[in-house]
């Protein structure tokens, strides 16, 4: 079976920094990567996936992920963060051709004036 | 158009109550999901359907059952409520085998 950790469960930033959400998984076989961002009280919106292809993924809201095969990561970066960037992060983990997603525990980020 | 929309948003509740959450989908996907979010935030698959069939069920208590009337709605169904079932409650769907999945908003139930 597939999992993922997340390494960092807060992180505070100032506005205008860089962020970046540690994830790495376990599976015995090939995997496709997802990050979620969770706004307070609403559901979860996917913010980038890795499929396959380049190792390098960029999602919505200026995001942007790299997938590491030998090192089994797939951290999130963010140049500069925003006020609004404010929100629980989940990196998702699945098979292809599988039914589900597993998740991490999640990374609260912070992002302060 | 909401992708994925489930009711009710809130659900408050005694114990030993059987409630029902509703979803549905209009993004012609195969596959709809439960997943539960609890007080920590960690979300765990519940059960997972593809074209109306049951897939996926991840050891949770037969009090809960889930219904697809088709490919568009799934439902869940809670019987005899208990206090440990306070969570928030997350419909999803995706199509079928990539994971990619898309979430609805949410049922925040509290079981008093």
């Known amino acids: 079976a597939q999992s993922v950790t997340q390494l960092d469960s807060q992180v505070p930033v100032f506005e205008e920094a860089p962020v970046e959400l540690r994830c790495n998984y376990s599976?015995?076989?090939?995997?496709?990567l997802f990050w979620y961002v969770q706004y307070p009280n609403q559901g979860l919106q996917l913010l980038l996936k890795?499929?396959?292809?380049?190792?390098l993924v960029k999602g919505i809201n200026g995001f942007e992920a790299e997938f590491n095969k030998s090192q089994t990561s797939f951290h999130l970066r963010k140049p500069s963060v925003h006020i609004s960037d404010t929100a629980e992060y989940f990196c998702?983990?699945?098979?292809?051709?599988?039914?589900?997603?597993?998740f991490g525990a999640g990374t609260t980020v912070t992002v302060r004036a | 158009d909401t992708a994925v929309s489930q009711t009710p948003k809130y659900l408050v509740t005694q114990m030993g109550n059987d409630k029902s959450i509703k979803c549905e989908q209009n993004?012609?996907?195969?596959?709809m999901y439960w997943y539960k979010q609890d007080s920590k935030k960690f979300l765990k698959i519940m059960f997972s359907y593809n074209n109306k069939e049951l897939i996926i069920n991840e050891t949770v208590p037969n009090r809960f059952s889930p219904k697809s009337p088709d490919k568009a709605h799934l439902n869940l169904h809670i019987n005899s409520l208990e206090l440990g079932d306070s969570a928030v409650y997350f419909c999803?769907?995706?199509?079928?085998?990539?994971?990619?999945?898309?979430f609805g908003q949410g049922t925040r139930l509290t079981v008093v």
């Open positions: 998702a983990v699945s098979r292809p051709n599988d039914y589900k997603l597993s």
């Open positions: 993004l012609g996907h195969d596959t």
């Open positions: 890795y499929l396959s292809g380049s190792t």
């Open positions: 999803a769907s995706s199509p079928m085998g990539q994971g990619k999945a898309f």
């Open positions: 599976s015995s076989v090939s995997v496709y």
